[in-house]
Each structure stands twice: as C-alpha cells, then as structure tokens.
Nanobody, 128 residues
Framework: QLQLVESGGGLVQPGGSLRLSCAAS??????????IGWLRQAPGKERQGVSC????????YYADSVKGRFTISRDNAKNTVYLQMNSLKPEDTAVYYC???????????????????WGQGTQVTVSS
C-alpha cells in the first residue's frame, strides 16, 4: 500500500527557513515511476503545486511564486523527498501536502488533479 507521510511544518518568522519531509512507503522513489510533488492550500484558496521532482531523471520544477527560494530534493536511500523553504513570506502560509503521480514525469504538476496519492498535510505558518 502506497503511503506518504509529511513532517517538518511549524511556525516561523518572515525570512526564516523550514525543511519539509515526505517519507514514502509501499514504493521506491528511484525504481518506481512516480513523480513526487509538493502542493499547498491556504484558507479559501485552491490547492496548487509549488514544486515537483521527476522519477525518471530527477528533474525539478517550481512555481514562479517559490522559484529561487524553495528547493526540492530526494534521498533514495531514505525513500524521502524534501522541500527546503528559505526566505519565507507570510503568503507562504498554508497546509503543505506531498503527493505522488502515476507518471515518471512532472506533467501538469501545478494541478492537484495530476496526483493520485496524498499525504495528510503539514501546517506551515509564517508570521512575526
């Protein structure tokens, strides 16, 4: 059974950093053909992708709103995907989800409908 478990959220001041983790079980990141994305949902807004890493060659993708501040990576030995978030802004406040798509590439990674499996989410709050 494929499972995704996020951790690492919390409260941070503007300009601060957090690292989110997404531990996968039931499949292996480097052998199975699942692209992994990070999406977020702020109150009253739609859930949208902010980053994605492909399983085929490790290519990474970022939404314009986080480009240059967020970095997605994976540790195949730990079967875990990370989202390093730097220079955080209040508008980054949201519940962050990791999700797996039954595709080796990050096609349509911004849309929540591109993903087939979801973690439970972790809250990130950026506030002074």
């Amino acid at each position: 059974q494929l499972q995704l478990v996020e951790s690492g959220g919390g409260l941070v001041q503007p300009g601060g950093s957090l690292r989110l983790s997404c531990a996968a079980s039931g499949f292996t990141l480097d052998l199975d053909h699942y692209a992994i994305g990070w999406l977020r949902q702020a109150p009253g807004k739609e859930r949208q992708g902010v980053s994605c890493i492909s399983s085929s060659d490790g290519s990474t993708y970022y939404a314009d709103s986080v480009k240059g501040r967020f970095t997605i990576s994976r540790d195949n030995a730990k079967n875990t995907v990370y989202l390093q978030m730097n220079s955080l802004k209040p508008e980054d406040t949201a519940v962050y989800y990791c999700a797996a798509a039954r595709s080796p590439v990050c096609y349509g990674y911004i849309s929540r409908y591109s993903y087939d499996y979801w973690g439970q989410g972790t809250q990130v709050t950026v506030s002074s």
